[in-house]
């Protein structure tokens, strides 16, 4: 039953990377086609590292 949840879990999260992926407008092209490799083919260590080292990869919008 526990590992059942905790698949659960991690198939929400993978999902959710993936639709925050979508949604995120990189720098350039190719490091969103490496994210994303790098997401589908190892989702735990692809979220985790997405979500740590985005925030340096992506075009803020700034409205001021």
Sequence with gaps: MFIQILIGISIAVWIWTLMDFYETKFKKLNQKIVWLLLVLFFPLLGTIFYFRYKK???????LE
């Design 56 to 62: 340096d990869l992506i075009i803020r919008d700034t």
